[in-house]
């Protein structure tokens, strides 16, 4: 049971080149998110999703897609990367929607936009 | 709106000594909390959680945490402190409410902890 696992871990883009992350769990989850974390300012909700073919914005989505096509994945895409994007970004999981679900969250991905 | 205030960015303590990590919130509605810590080049790991009932919540690896709804607190609490305990700490809310954005989380802004020998 690997949990929440993503890749990559490590990018440098330039300014202006796209990328995607994967975000995979093997628990069965309906939730998945994607935060960012930046120094001084904790984790920031990107986007969300409640399940399969579901995507949803959260408190910073510009410059980021999204998409939920299997269940077990969710990829964040930036499509033209800017500095203001360097950043760690970290996926998360949960069950369901009951109070008491807590979030699992993967490694992190370490970006750079050059 | 949610919100999550960790009021100190540094906290020292000596090893053996116990810890504080401080954190308030903001809800509309009642108040769902959860501790998180990450460890240099890791990922999120859940501590503890309140959700209901007894105000002194017991969680992973000899911590708690005390919800005091009076002062809108829910602050981490350790009686002896291990070097290993360094790390992140994260204070977050949990949004209750109906619709698209349940399940959300609003985290503070972490809190570093440093345990010296």
């Known amino acids: 049971n690997a949990g929440v696992t993503q890749t990559p871990k490590f990018r440098v883009l330039k300014t202006g080149q796209s990328m995607t992350l994967l975000c995979a769990q093997d628990m069965n989850h309906e939730y998945m998110y994607w935060y960012r974390q930046d120094p001084g300012m904790g984790l920031r909700l990107i986007h969300y999703?409640?399940?399969?073919?579901?995507?949803a914005k959260g408190e910073v989505p510009d410059g980021y897609n999204v998409s939920r096509l299997k269940k077990q994945n969710f990829l964040l895409g930036l499509e033209s990367a800017a500095p203001s994007q360097t950043s760690v970004y970290f996926c998360a999981s949960s069950y369901g929607v009951e109070v008491g679900r807590e979030q699992f969250f993967g490694p992190g991905t370490r970006l750079t936009v050059l | 709106a949610q919100s999550v205030a960790q009021p100190e960015d540094q906290v020292n303590v000596a090893e053996g000594n116990p810890l504080t990590v401080k954190c308030t919130y903001s809800?509309?509605?009642?108040?769902?909390l959860f501790w998180y810590v990450q460890y240099p080049n890791r990922g999120l790991q859940f501590l503890l959680k309140y959700i209901t009932g007894d105000n002194l919540v017991k969680g992973s690896y000899g911590f708690e945490a005390e919800f005091n709804k009076s002062q809108t607190s829910f602050h981490l609490k350790k009686p002896s402190a291990l070097v290993s305990d360094s790390a992140l700490y994260f204070c977050a809310v949990r949004d209750g409410g109906r619709g698209s954005t349940l399940g959300r989380l609003y985290f503070g802004r972490g809190t570093q902890l440093t345990v010296w020998p």
């Open positions: 809800v509309s509605g009642n108040p769902y």
């Open positions: 999703s409640v399940g399969e073919g579901t995507t």
